[in-house]
């Protein structure tokens, strides 16, 4: 364990998962530069760390080379739901792809250690299940899903060229899906949708009939393992290495507990399902385990209670409501 006070540049860093991660470095003591280009991010997610003095924020798009010094990177850059990633499908690619490539040529000058946030997208509508670390996936490369799918496969490869080609120590970290206090309301994705649209008395979207599932790992979790990654010093570290809450549910099953949570009375609205969609994602995280000795203790419940408190307080919504009864 590496104890001395590092600069740590978290790029993506006012994002959704980048800020909760910036949060905990300053708390373990290091100097945090943010990079973001607030595409996705808000600066509002860092707003209470500008006063510290440990803390850099800096408007930058990774797109384009950095020149920084510092004792390690996680690359976090690039918006991470459909409704975003699909909105400019070629800057998305061109995140994943040149981002990778200036935050390795980064890393590669200044040999420090650099974590890629991947993702549980890689495995695409997988045919095995759970899925673990060896499984290749099952990716469309021209659907409307691929600009980020295949961007971060090809991230994935670039970072273990790099590894193996210039000596670049590397991390690499498949995220599945993740929730919690500071996600982007209008981000598209179920659970801040569910959310939002029971606290507001609109009908809950379920796409197709509900019965796909998801495991859902609360960002505490996931900032916890993040670190515990870049931390190990296993050569196994390098990676790829699932990160995500095991427990699996359905779409049906998570508006259930979402309205119950709620106290909403919201009606649920089936709507076709999207193209790609996967049918089921769980990982396997055997892995981050006997790496890190990390399991989630945070359970869906629980997360969601904290999450749901975060969405009332921030769009000032009432904890009663009058909506239309809830559809059988």
């Given amino acids: 364990m590496r104890h001395f006070r590092r600069r740590v540049l978290v790029t993506g860093g006012a994002g959704f998962i980048g800020s909760h991660l910036c949060e905990r470095l300053l708390q373990a003591g290091h100097h945090v530069i943010c990079v973001d280009n607030f595409f996705t991010g808000v600066r509002e997610n860092v707003a209470a760390l500008l006063a510290n003095p440990y803390f850099e924020l800096l408007r930058h798009d990774v797109t384009f080379p ?24 070629v800057q998305t690619t061109k995140t994943s792809v040149l981002g990778a490539i200036n935050m390795l ?19 695409g509508d997988p045919q095995v299940h759970p899925q673990p670390e060896g499984y290749w996936g099952n990716v469309n490369p021209i659907g409307p899903r691929a600009c980020y799918d295949e961007g971060k496969r090809c991230a994935e ?19 599945f899906n993740t929730y919690g206090p500071r996600m982007h309301p209008n981000d598209g994705r179920v659970v801040s949708n569910f959310i939002m649209q029971a606290l507001t008395g609109q009908p809950l979207t379920i796409f197709g009939d509900g019965s796909q599932t998801r495991s859902f790992c609360y960002v505490d979790d996931m900032v916890t393992a993040l670190v ?6 296993d050569p196994a570290a390098v990676g790829p290495i699932n990160i995500g809450n095991p427990g699996e549910f359905t779409m049906l099953d998570l508006a259930t507990l979402v309205l119950r949570l709620t106290g909403s009375r919201s009606r649920l609205e089936a709507r076709p399902l999207p193209q790609d969609d996967p049918r089921q994602r769980r990982p396997d995280i055997t892995r981050i385990g006997q790496l890190a000795g990390w399991v989630p203790e945070v359970g869906l419940e629980e997360g969601l209670r904290r999450t749901i408190a975060h969405f009332r307080a921030q769009h000032e919504i009432g904890p009663m409501l009058q909506a239309a009864p809830r559809a059988a």
């Fill in 157 to 175: 490869t670039l970072f273990f060229d790099y590894h193996r080609q210039h000596g670049v120590p590397i991390r690499v970290a498949r995220i």
């Fill in 105 to 123: 040529g980064l890393a590669k000058r200044l040999k420090v250690r650099i974590l890629q946030a991947s993702t549980s997208e890689v495995y």
């Fill in 228 to 233: 515990a990654l870049m931390e190990s010093e």
């Fill in 66 to 89: 950095l020149s920084v010094e510092v004792d390690e990177i996680y690359n976090l850059a690039c918006p991470a739901s459909p409704i975003h990633y699909q909105q400019d499908p």
